[in-house]
Structures are given as structure tokens and as C-alpha cells.
């Protein structure tokens, strides 16, 4: 049966929730604020350096990795009906491989948004005008590389558990559990 208080209480969960929010927050802030328009010009630019890569990287790598959640919180209210071990280890591989990917798709985008940001000219933005929300982003998107590491550490632990029952399972069938 279904244990909504065992989910909520889980690590993995509470880091995947925590993500959740990081990405809502990168990709918000860019979307709301991360563009700007000039008086003398006709049309907006990215607040990063006038760099639409920058801006585009950020919320693209937000809006993935939100309904990336979506998909592994999903697995994980899902993960205790698989029975067969080796769709758990499955399972559990692919949660490591895209942990890890996300990891690194957060690095670089931290170094991304943190480098255009630094060399962007004042005269761009004379009034700061959405300044917060681009730091904020740049935040997160650091705060994002050790959720998403954690994470995968995680679910590298949950592996070597999977392992370790699937090997005790062999070794003694008559005691072991379902």
C-alpha cells in the first residue's frame, strides 16, 4: 500500500522536491525578469552579457530538469510495486545516469549565467533592473549542482542495496523477503 508519510520522509524525495524548487526558481527569475528593453532599442535582450544563450540555456535546463522531478517523484511513489529486482536496479541505474547528467547540466550552467553575468556592462542596465533575479538564478543553479550530486549519490546507495538483496536472494532463497 501506499505510504505518503514513508515518500515524504525519504532523502531522495525530499532532495527531488528541493530540486523542484531550485529549477522553479532558475527558470522564474529568468523568465520574469531576465529580459530587458531599451528606450533607444526596439527589442529585448538577455540581462547576462546581451547573450540570448545564456538566457535560453537557463530555462531550458530550469524547465527540463522541473519536469524531470516530476518523472523520478513519480518513479518513487512508484519504486515499491516493482517486485522483479533487476527493474529496480534498472530503475535505480537511470536515476544515477540522469542525477549525474543534471549535475553537470547545472555546473555548466552555473559557470555559463556566472561568466556572462560578470562581464555584462552597466550601461546595458543603468537602472538594475532585474539584477536580483539574475543573481538569484545564478544561485541556484550552484545550489542545484550539489542537490542534483546528492541525489545521485543516493541513488548509488540504493544500488549497492539493491545488490546486496539481490545476492542474499540467491545465496539464501528459502529466507528471503518478497
Known sequence: ???PYTLIRQPHTILRVVSWVFSIVVFGSIVNEGYLNSPSEGEEFCIYNRNPNACSYGVAVGVLTFLTCLLYLALDVYFPQISS???RKKAVLSDIGVSAFWAFLWFVGFCFLANQW???KPKDNPLNEGTDAARAAIAFSFFSIFTWSLTAALAVRRFNDLT??????TLFPASAQP
Open 164 to 169: 546486496f538483496q539481490e545476492e542474499y536472494s
Open 118 to 120: 560578470q562581464v555584462s
Open 85 to 87: 529486482v533487476k527493474d
Open 1 to 3: 500500500a501506499f505510504d
